[in-house]
Each structure stands twice: as structure tokens, then as C-alpha cells.
Nanobody
Framework: QVHLVESGGGLVLAGGSLRLSCAAS????????MSWFRQAPGKEREFVAV????????YYSDSVKGRFTISRDNAKNTVYLQMNSLKPEDTAVYYC????????????????WGQGTQVTVSS
């Protein structure tokens, strides 16, 4: 069982930056691919970014590519999402997820989820 806890959300002006963190309880954290998803009110949960267990490969949704960066520190059992040039349409609850078997963009492939952290971007 992997317990995930997100932090770092908040209110920011458009064009600003935030850094989200997701801390994992499991010492085998490095076995998992880690992803960030987000869910805006009234919308489906959507893929944002994924990173492989080693950190050597990443993949982003088109809507955040070039603005967001996913990274991980396996020694700290933590994955990060650096969000720059934020836009009002980035407003959502952001979730981290852990999965095995590949760099999935589909939420059903992920076994463990955090409780989410709210990001609000004001214009």
C-alpha cells in the first residue's frame, strides 16, 4: 500500500508559479511511475504529466508542455510538479498517482492516489 500526500497548492495570479510536492510513504517508491492529474469543477480528471521510476523519461499533456516540469527525488520518496506561466484554465485540484508497468496517461492504470491539492489561478 502506497500512501500519497500532496502539498504546495494555493492561490496565484496568472503568469505566476507554484511547486507541488507529493510525498510517498512507501520505501519502494522508486518502483513506481508517478503522475500528476488534475480535475476542474464539472470536468473529468485529466492527465498532466508522468515520470518513470528512474526519472529518466517524462511526458506531458499538450496543455502544459513547456510550462510544467515533473521531477522526482527517490531518496526523499517525493515527486514534484513545477508550474510556471500559470493560466486561469490551470485552476483545478491536482492529484498525484502511483502506478506500475509504464508511462500511463489513463487514470484507470494508476493504483494509488493522493487526496489532492487545490490550485487556483486568478486573472
Amino acid at each position: 500500500q502506497v500512501h500519497l500526500v500532496e502539498s504546495g497548492g494555493g492561490l496565484v495570479l496568472a503568469g505566476g508559479s507554484l511547486r507541488l510536492s507529493c510525498a510517498a510513504s512507501e520505501r519502494t517508491f522508486s518502483r513506481y511511475s508517478m503522475s500528476w492529474f488534475r480535475q476542474a469543477p464539472g470536468k473529468e480528471r485529466e492527465f498532466v504529466a508522468v515520470i518513470t521510476w528512474s526519472g529518466s523519461n517524462t511526458y506531458y499533456s499538450d496543455s502544459v508542455k513547456g510550462r510544467f516540469t515533473i521531477s522526482r527525488d527517490n531518496a526523499k520518496n517525493t515527486v514534484y510538479l513545477q508550474m510556471n506561466s500559470l493560466k486561469p484554465e490551470d485552476t483545478a485540484v491536482y492529484y498525484c498517482a502511483a502506478g506500475t508497468g509504464g508511462m500511463w496517461v489513463v487514470k484507470d492504470r494508476y493504483e494509488y492516489w493522493g487526496q489532492g491539492t487545490q490550485v487556483t489561478v486568478s486573472s
